[in-house]
């Protein structure tokens, strides 16, 4: 009988099938015969940006609320997240944490980098982040991979966790995911069961924050200030896309202003003879252009199919 409480995070961007992953998790524990907490966390973005999803499992009902500052796994199907401090993924990973890593770097070379001194782990199938996009649920790899590293979850559970999760998707979308799933689950088996469960919170564990006086500062202090317009400028949040509008100039007719007016970001610009010019810095990879050009001149292409090998984050 596991005793004590399971913490698990997952970090991906929007689209790319965290909160399924969760969802699927939550069920085979659920399964398993434990209670459970399933649930993600988005920021104000949306396709493409930072988010995170959770799951709590524990033998006994579950009394813990809130985001998990404390995981006893975080898994990272976007390793690019790694670097971008919005993403939070090493908030509270400590050296009993396992990091898995959707990567194609080595663990050693991760743990050099991140200076840590817990375990870190590879997922060893690759899931392209683009690819995940493209098969809307590859974060069932994600998630086929925790369920190994747990140690209390079997392969049939874990399947009929995928079924019932996905049961309204088409059956090959089902049949793929399944495949993901358990291919992650049979990759692991030689760290089955390295996460153990966290220590289930006790109030007589509180301990009071000590009081901290602040100074008082009149709200001409205390209110933010901008001082300059056009500082989203500076954030790159091209970063965050995982597919990329590419126009086909020979389609575009040159309408002067339907993917340069819809697009959110204000990343399109157009010439003085109506060409359109996509700022890649800053699209987000929303894709409202694609669904919105009239003569269908823009195409979604999987970021894989045009970044060069060479552009993966060092
Ligand atoms: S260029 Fe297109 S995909 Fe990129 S942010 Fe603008 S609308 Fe979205
Ligand atoms: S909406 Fe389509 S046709 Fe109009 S400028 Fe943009 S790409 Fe060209």
Known sequence: MTVGMFRIRFHGRGGQGMKTASRILGTAFFRAGFEVQDAPRY??????APMFAYVRA?????NERGVISNPDLVVVADDTLVAVPA???????????VLLINSIED????????????????????VEPSEAAEVGYAGAGCCGAAARLVGVISCA??????????ASSPEALVEANVHYALHAYR??????????????PNAADYIEPDWVELPFEDARL????????????????????????????????????????????????????????????????????????????????????????TETPS
């Open 87 to 97: 993403a939070a993924v090493l908030v509270g990973v400590d050296e009993r944490t």
């Open 187 to 200: 990759q692991m088996e030689a760290v089955s069961a390295s996460v153990a469960p966290g220590k289930v």
């Open 157 to 166: 559970v874990l399947e009929a966790a995928v079924r019932e999760e996905l």
């Open 222 to 309: 205390a209110a933010p200030a901008i001082h300059a317009a056009l500082t989203s400028e500076k954030v790159p949040t091209g970063l965050w896309r995982t597919v990329r509008p590419v126009i086909d100039y020979a389609r575009c007719n040159r309408c002067w202003w339907v993917c340069s007016t819809f697009c959110p970001d204000g990343a399109i610009a157009v010439d003085a003879d109506g060409t359109p010019r996509i700022d890649y810095d800053h699209c987000k990879g929303c894709l409202v252009c694609v669904a919105q050009c009239p003569p269908h001149a823009i195409e979604a292409v999987p970021e894989h199919k045009v970044r060069a090998p």
């Open 58 to 62: 524990a033998r006994t009902p579950i």
């Open 107 to 126: 663990s050693r070379r991760w743990r050099e980098r991140l200076n840590l001194s817990g375990p870190v782990l590879i997922l060893p199938a690759r």
């Open 43 to 48: 920021g104000a973005e949306r396709r493409g």
